[in-house]
């Protein structure tokens, strides 16, 4: 098979036309861990207010006068608190988006197997979750490497003093962003052919995707910018159901009353139960719009026939 960047772009739309039932299986996995969520958020409420009391109480410090250590001490306490209160949702948030991605992938190389939308907890999932891990700390540390590298031209370039020098730093940071860029599509395969082909796949999307560089990135663009288009055309919904439930969408910088609306949390309306599922429904195809197209790209580079 030929490999069309535009064909595979819209794949997601086609998987849920195809299977409109995994659209609800995957929005009501991610309903669940938002209704997790919420439910650590009014548990928590008060560790979240002490947090945003104190800042504001900072705010407040006359101009030249430094916060004491206390006040200090005291933030970043109320802070630790407010975050340790989530910390348990980080393993789930990635094992929810283990079986999402991994769902994903099957429903386009091995579409027979559409039992529960896709989703198992199986050895794809663990592959998946392993192969993604693996990936995102080496992404981590080549960014991080690729930062330090844009300092020490910065220093370089501080150190001529000539503005000629300047462009080396917008040399190294364009470097950088495009190394980003470049790895990121190389590797894009990796989860459809972890799915696929039933093993951990670190490097194989290298072999996989070489001599398609811009197909990919020009297909990831196409879907990236449907993502958005199907972002914005969901605030018409989202955003009356933010507003019944008490909570701003753009938070403080809508002058809002931060503690009345942690207040709302705490109270667990029915209102976020609505918009949670609303939210989840516009997640589930978002994930389906993003991810898909790079499972219909290896299925088409390789030539592989859908298999059950």
Do not use: H
Request: glycine residues 8%; neutral net charge.
């Amino acid at each position: 098979m030929t490999f069309s960047a535009t064909e595979a772009a819209f794949e997601g739309f086609r998987v849920v036309r195809r299977k409109p039932t995994a659209l609800i299986w995957w929005a009501a996995l991610y309903f669940l861990l938002s209704v997790a969520s919420l439910a650590a958020m009014g548990a928590n409420a008060d560790a979240w207010i002490e947090f945003v009391r104190i800042s504001e109480q900072m705010e407040q410090t006359p101009a030249g006068q430094p916060p004491s250590q206390e006040e200090f001490m005291a933030l970043f306490n109320a802070m630790f608190g407010a975050i340790a209160s989530f910390a348990w949702l980080l393993p789930v948030q990635l094992v929810v988006t283990s079986v999402l991605t991994a769902a994903i992938a099957r429903a386009v190389t091995r579409p027979g197997e559409s039992a529960f939308g896709y989703m198992r907890l199986s050895m794809d999932e663990v592959r998946v979750f392993v192969v993604t891990l693996v990936l995102a700390i080496v992404l981590f540390a080549v960014w991080c490497a690729a930062i330090l590298g844009v300092g020490v031209l910065m220093a370089i370039a501080f150190s001529i003093g000539e503005g000629w020098a300047g462009l080396l730093v917008l040399v190294g940071i364009v470097a950088a962003v495009g190394l980003m860029i470049w790895l990121m599509v190389r590797w894009s395969l990796a989860v459809p052919i972890t799915v696929a082909e039933k093993r951990m796949a670190f490097f194989d999307s290298f072999a996989v995707t070489k001599g398609r560089f811009w197909g990919l990135l020009g297909m990831a663009i196409l879907a990236g910018i449907m993502a958005i288009v199907i972002g914005l055309l969901s605030t018409v919904v989202v955003a009356p159901l933010t507003m019944m439930s008490g909570v701003s969408m753009f938070g403080g910088m809508s002058g809002d009353d931060p503690t009345a609306m942690l207040e709302a949390y705490r109270t667990f309306n029915p209102w976020m139960l609505v918009t949670a599922l609303v939210n989840a429904v516009v997640y589930g195809l978002t994930v389906g719009v993003v991810y898909a197209p790079f499972a219909a790209a290896y299925r088409d580079i390789k030539g592989v026939s859908a298999t059950g």
